[in-house]
């Protein structure tokens, strides 16, 4: 599936902002099963430095200062991306949870991909006993990792309401938990924060979601901002398979990842810091839409 | 002095009454080491000395000596250990006054063991933050680093610039009941202590110069010009700018960090102070930015740049990260080496030492099994109650290590029961470590010497031929009996470490035994967040004085009540209600019940006990830049002020209390002009006491000396002007307007008139940094120049209220453009908002 993506984040501010440093992931990358035909990104005032890397985990990360005096900030992206879905795995075919367990704590690999990075508690998701006692009922002695996760990613859809109201960008996920309510960060942390409880690896992925559903199908929830979902790991040989909480779906080619991480704070879309801006207003509008066919391979046209 | 180290030392050679006193009742612990005494209870030989000095001093010579330490840390201002909060957090520093002495032939022995492990920590974090080989190649499991807060995946690839990850390498060591020195904790974040073993060693010094001597005790100045040449060599620009980056004030090492700062020569900056543009750190100074190159870190990694690490530190410098990859800064120690410190890695250096090293370790470290893996998980819970049970990468580990490390057998059953459940659901966050008893040594209590269970934590510097250790260290010593390891992290006192020298003796020309480190000092350019401490210090004390001029005044007044003056006591009240000492809307009939509030009040925001406090706090984070005893005549002030007024007698004593306020605060104005440097510090302490000075001069005239004022009112204005004397000796008559003003406002060379006040702003402007001579003046000269011209344009009865009031308001907005120019501004910082769905 080919999809063209444009988001623009907006932010007013009561004051005028002189100097703001970001910190944004904002770009897609190429990763298994995905693709970037092209990808263009640009922000508004131009900065005085733009520094393109990227970080631990392989996410395109753009350090920018802005010495212009601006009460208005704005960040555009635009991209053409190819996902393909990986083989499906079978639930009751990976291995017993327990197994995970132990496979993750003795894993020998440093890299970005090892699950060593995400059974440990993050910035933004301590491990909390209360999620960690409600998670077990998904995972009774031997059950099979992905089965278990797909139990507690479909218990999280069901017993937990969608309502963007409910929670903001700083709610602890045990207040979210507590509430059984809030938005895909919520979800995605809760999922997170059980499953390491029980020593299981965990990751947040941040991306987009197709905007419109294929005819016949509902519009997905989280289609209007930038979504998030979880990506479990099941052992060295099924490795990471993404599970999207918020709306019960194994993650195949309706999701875009734009960055991954321990936690929301890893990858935050716009980090950073800036001076005196007194209240901030944001807009976000999002679009991710299917092409109808693999269109032919070339540069897109700036707006 | 022969040193007793022969055989027969052994034969109770020691039985002089004296020393046999001191040790009688000297019990030490069943199965432990003791470093005085040997088994049979025989003095061992390195303390021979020690115990006849003591012995032939006698208790109450000991006794002296040992208060006089206290009184020297006391005045050095060691006294605030705890960051001076109001509410008594300031508490003497607890010394331990016997040293630790340890025989040259062990210590060269420790100092090789420490040298070789601070090459292994060096070498392991090399790889952590590099190709990661040893977990690779199996040596080391990735969670074992995954786990620890401290492993900064930003720094990963990130080379230390500078060559080495560490600078300063402290190990915690204790010695096992076989003798031998174990290590019990690496410390690599930021070892605090070097700095507090160095004034421990000062008093020690003082109390015991003649043994110190006399047992050749090896000086601790070496290490210091080691660890400061190491740093200043890392210097690129040449410019030689080293910075201690401390987190500020309220910091509970932060007496150490302004202490090393003054003694290293170095900068001390906070966050604040600093700035990175296009990858270089800046110091924002008053002569504008300034780059430097070297940051020597007492800010724990995590909280270094809020970009890329923790997003909420406001402590940091955003943007250091990205300026110490493209090699713009040195940061030392590297951001990210805490790393190491988990005790989880106490499980793999011992093995990792042979890998890396090709060498099996000299010192070993306390026995350690990380949980997260099968068989040490196994071997912990079989023997849990024998062993310690620690966090595996943190200090504590939330509601089930609430206060870090336990030893199993005390845990009562439930808890135990939930202990080992969490280790069985997720070990990696367990240690199980032998519970180690460490040695005793000597204390000092009530005449006699008793053992105590102790920690050393000894320090190391790189240095262009290799590591140097610190030939002594910070020794913690334990108030109980208790000598497991894991009771011994905190509290306690702190004694000094002497390490025998039994080479031939360097009596070279340095005073004996007080450790001297000859260093220029560096003459900056003064950062703006010190000058602006510096600025409202300036405006604190002469408002203090201000009051307490008033307040004398009114006491006077009113003692000698019969010559009536009522405009004046009301003018005094009036000026007092102006600047919040005294409560507006007071009944007239008791001023001195007033005055007494205006020197004890805390709910008024002018009153004395608040501008001290206010001065004492603004001193407080320039400590590094003011004479301890300038910052201790603050301590007695502020101390003063805390003592209770009786509620009877209340006139004499407000009187008196004034007058010893007064002294107190000419001491302090002593010390600035005699003492400072005429630094740019000192000019804006000065500055912002004369635009002070200028302001309550405009007031005490407008107010006392309106149209028509009486006699007794120009007489109260020649009080506060301490002008009197002057007056009296150049009229002969009753005090009149015209020549009252022209000496309090115009007479230039009265140090308390006005136009003094204005000629010395304007002289302390043209000399402040950052006016080039042929741009246009900043506008702060401008006014000043205004002001002057006033000086010379008007006669002294031109000075009605209204003038008085336009140039107190020119003074004000001077002051603020003062602050706009050379101060940091501080807005509130914020982090961009984020919808997520």
Redesign the interface.
């Known amino acids: 599936m080919i999809y063209d993506i444009h988001q623009t984040t907006a932010y007013s501010y009561a004051h005028a902002v002189p100097v703001a440093r970001h910190v944004v992931r904002m770009v897609p990358v190429a990763r298994p099963g995905q693709r970037v035909v092209a990808s263009h990104f640009a922000v508004e005032p131009e900065p005085v430095e733009w520094i393109e890397t990227r970080d631990f985990f392989g996410n395109t990360v753009v350090h920018i200062r802005i010495e212009t005096p601006h009460t208005q900030f704005r960040v555009r992206t635009r991209a053409r991306v190819e996902v393909t879905a990986g083989p499906a795995l079978d639930p009751a075919a990976s291995p017993a949870w327990e197994a995970v367990r132990e496979a993750s704590s003795s894993c020998l690999d440093p890299g970005p991909h090892s699950p060593a990075h995400h059974m440990f508690p993050s910035p933004a998701v301590p491990l909390s006993p209360a999620i960690t006692e409600w998670t077990a009922k998904s995972f009774p002695p031997g059950r099979p990792m992905l089965a278990g996760a797909i139990d507690l990613m479909r218990r999280i859809y069901e017993e937990f309401t969608y309502d963007p109201r409910a929670t903001d960008v700083t709610t602890p996920a045990l207040e979210a938990f507590n509430l059984r309510a809030g938005v895909c960060q919520d979800f995605a942390h809760i999922m997170i924060a059980g499953l390491r409880g029980l020593g299981l690896p965990a990751a947040y992925v941040s991306g987009f979601l197709r905007t419109e559903p294929p005819p016949g199908k509902e519009r997905l929830q989280g289609a209007d901002a930038t979504h998030a979902w979880v990506s479990v790991w099941c052992g060295e040989e099924d490795g990471w398979q993404g599970l999207d909480p918020t709306n019960a779906l194994i993650v195949a080619t309706d999701h875009v990842v734009l960055a991954n991480g321990r936690d929301y704070s890893d990858v935050a879309p716009i980090g950073g810091v800036l001076i005196g801006s007194g209240k901030q207003k944001l807009s976000v509008e999002v679009d991710v839409i299917p092409m109808p066919e693999a269109p032919p391979a070339r540069e897109l046209e700036p707006d | 002095m022969p040193r007793r180290s022969e055989p027969q030392a052994r034969t109770r050679r020691f039985e002089e009454e004296a020393v046999e006193a001191l040790l009688a009742g000297y019990k030490t612990l069943p199965g432990v080491h003791d470093e005085l005494v040997d088994a049979e209870g025989y003095p061992r030989a390195h303390w021979h000395s020690m115990l006849a000095a003591l012995a032939e001093m006698g208790v109450e010579e000991v006794n002296r000596r040992f208060q006089a330490a206290d009184r020297h840390l006391y005045r050095s201002g060691v006294f605030y250990r705890v960051y001076d909060d109001p509410n008594g957090g300031e508490r003497p520093w607890p010394l331990s006054h016997l040293p630790l002495v340890i025989d040259e032939r062990e210590w060269q022995a420790l100092e090789r063991g420490l040298i070789q492990r601070a090459q292994l920590v060096e070498a392991v974090l090399a790889d952590?933050y590099g190709d990661?080989q040893l977990?690779?190649?199996?040596a080391l499991?990735?969670?074992a680093?995954?786990?620890s807060p401290d492993f900064l995946?930003?720094m990963?690839g990130v080379d230390p610039n500078g060559g080495t990850f560490l600078r300063i390498y402290a190990a915690d060591v204790g010695r096992g009941p076989d003798g031998s020195w174990w290590v019990v904790s690496d410390r690599t974040q930021s070892p605090s202590g070097a700095g507090y073993a160095l004034e421990n060693r000062i008093a020690i010094g003082r109390a015991l110069p003649d043994l110190a001597r006399s047992l050749n005790v090896v000086r601790l100045a070496s290490y210091f010009q080691a660890m400061r040449a190491g740093l200043t060599r890392l210097d690129r620009s040449g410019e030689g700018r080293v910075g201690l980056l401390t987190p500020g004030p309220l910091n509970e090492t932060y007496f150490e960090h302004a202490y090393l700062a003054r003694y290293l020569g170095f900068v001390l900056l906070e966050g604040e102070d600093l700035t990175v543009r296009?990858n270089v750190v800046f110091v924002r100074t008053v002569a504008g930015l300034k780059r430097v190159d070297v940051l020597l870190r007492r800010l724990d990694s995590d909280y270094a740049d809020?970009?890329?690490l923790?997003?909420r530190s406001r402590l940091g410098i955003?943007?250091l990260v990205?300026a110490i990859r493209s090699g713009g800064v040195a940061v030392v120690n590297a951001v990210g080496v805490g790393v190491v410190e988990a005790p989880a890695l106490m499980g793999f250096l011992p093995k990792l030492g042979q890998r890396v090293l090709g060498e099996a370790p000299i010192l070993p470290n306390v026995a350690t099994w990380w949980c997260?893996?099968?068989a040490e998980r196994e071997r912990v819970l079989d023997s849990f109650e024998d062993l310690v049970i620690s966090p595996a990468?943190q200090r504590t580990l939330?509601?089930l290590l609430d206060k870090g490390s336990v030893i199993g057998a005390d845990l009562d059953r439930a808890h135990r029961a939930r202990i080992k459940a969490a280790i069985r659901?997720?070990?990696?966050d367990f240690v199980g470590q032998e519970a180690a008893r460490l040695s005793t040594m000597p204390v000092w209590r009530n005449g006699k010497l008793e053992p105590r269970p102790f920690i050393l934590r000894i320090f190391l510097t790189a240095t262009e031929t290799g590591w140097k250790v610190m030939p002594g260290g910070f020794c913690r010593v334990s108030d109980s009996l208790d000598a497991r390891a894991v009771t011994m992290q905190s509290g306690g006192r702190s004694a000094d470490v002497w390490v025998l020298d039994a080479g031939p003796t360097e009596q070279t020309s340095l005073l004996p035994a007080v450790d001297r480190v000859e260093i220029k000092r560096q003459t900056g350019p003064l950062p703006s967040r010190a000058a602006d401490n510096f600025f409202w210090l300036g405006r604190y004390i002469e408002r203090a004085e201000t009051t307490l001029r008033l307040l004398r005044t009114l006491m006077g007044r009113l003692s000698s009540s019969l010559e009536g003056g009522g405009s004046s006591l009301g003018g005094l009240v009036s000026l007092l209600q102006l600047w919040g000492a005294m409560p507006a809307d007071l009944a007239t009939t008791k001023p001195a019940r007033h005055a007494l509030a205006a020197l004890s009040r805390r709910d008024l925001h002018g009153s004395l006990p608040n501008i001290i406090e206010a001065a004492r706090h603004t001193a407080s984070v320039i400590r590094d830049r003011l004479s301890p005893d300038a910052w201790r005549t603050l301590a007695d002030l502020s101390l003063m002020m805390a003592e209770p007024v009786p509620a009877a007698s209340a006139e004499p004593d407000a009187y008196e209390r004034s007058d010893r306020a007064l002294r107190a605060l000419a001491a302090f104005s002593g010390l600035a002009s005699e003492n400072m440097n005429r630094l740019a510090g000192w000019r804006f302490l000065d500055l912002g006491r004369r635009i002070e000075r200028a302001i309550a001069t405009c007031r005490f005239a407008r107010t006392l000396a309106g149209e028509a004022p009486t006699a007794g009112a120009l007489d109260v204005l020649l009080e506060l002007c301490d002008s009197q004397i002057t007056y009296r000796s150049r009229y002969v008559m009753v005090e009149s307007r015209a020549p009252v003003l022209d000496l309090v406002l115009l007479e230039s060379v009265n140090p308390r008139s006005l136009a003094y006040q204005i000629d010395a702003i304007m002289a302390h402007l043209d000399q402040l940094p950052g006016h080039l001579g042929d741009e246009p003046p900043p506008p702060e000269e401008r006014l000043a120049a205004r002001l002057v011209a006033s000086m010379r344009a008007f006669d002294a009865l031109d000075f009605d209220d209204a003038r008085l009031r336009e140039i107190e308001g020119q003074l004000m907005e001077l002051s603020n453009d003062v602050a706009e120019r050379y101060f940091i501004h501080r807005?509130?910082?914020?982090?961009?908002?984020?919808?997520?769905?």
């Open positions: 952590i990661g977990v690779r190649s199996g499991p990735a969670a680093i995954a786990g995946r930003p990963v296009d809020p970009l890329e923790n997003p955003p943007g990205q997260g893996q099968k990468f939330p509601g659901a997720r070990g990696v807005q509130p910082v914020e982090t961009p908002w984020d919808l997520v769905s």
